[in-house]
């Protein structure tokens, strides 16, 4: 099934290589949207419900960790799986967002294996291996 992808980072070279990364992997994708913070993210959410939401965690405006609470939160977006894509390399860190809510986790930089490995750890059956 091909899939409908989500990407937030407040970093246009970040979206385009993640969505780079996504199409390399032979993932097969329906539509991949970029948002550019939390904010943003929510918006396009409700305009369309993706499949997953992949997102960075420092972004102006609203954070990733605000993104998942809200998603968490919102009976309406709580089945969306979100991965978290970011430099943070912590274990409380990553402990904090998938206690919030998070079902992966990928540091950059990362290889696009993992990226894969942890989309169908959480997406399963939806993708088309």
């Given at each position: 099934?091909?899939l409908?992808?989500?990407?937030?980072?407040?970093?246009?070279?970040?979206?385009?290589?993640?969505?780079?990364?996504?199409?390399?992997?032979?993932?097969?994708?329906?539509?991949?949207r970029?948002?550019?913070?939390?904010?943003?993210?929510?918006?396009k959410?409700?305009?369309?419900?993706?499949?997953?939401?992949?997102t960075?965690?420092?972004?102006?405006?609203?954070?990733?960790?605000?993104?998942?609470r809200?998603?968490?939160?919102?009976?309406d977006?709580?089945?969306?799986?979100?991965?978290?894509?970011s430099?943070d390399?912590?274990e409380f860190r990553?402990?904090?967002?998938?206690?919030?809510?998070?079902?992966g986790?990928?540091a950059?930089p990362f290889n696009?294996?993992?990226?894969?490995?942890?989309?169908?750890?959480?997406?399963?059956s939806?993708?088309d291996?």
């Amino acid at each position: 099934m091909p899939l409908s992808v989500l990407i937030v980072d407040d970093s246009p070279l970040m979206r385009r290589f993640v969505e780079r990364v996504l199409r390399m992997s032979g993932l097969e994708l329906a539509e991949c949207r970029e948002a550019t913070d939390g904010l943003d993210a929510l918006a396009k959410i409700r305009e369309s419900v993706p499949d997953i939401v992949l997102t960075d965690i420092n972004m102006p405006t609203m954070d990733g960790e605000s993104l998942i609470r809200c998603i968490a939160e919102d009976g309406d977006l709580r089945s969306i799986p979100v991965i978290v894509i970011s430099t943070d390399r912590t274990e409380f860190r990553k402990s904090r967002l998938m206690e919030l809510g998070a079902k992966g986790y990928v540091a950059k930089p990362f290889n696009p294996e993992i990226l894969r490995a942890q989309l169908e750890r959480v997406l399963g059956s939806l993708i088309d291996v």
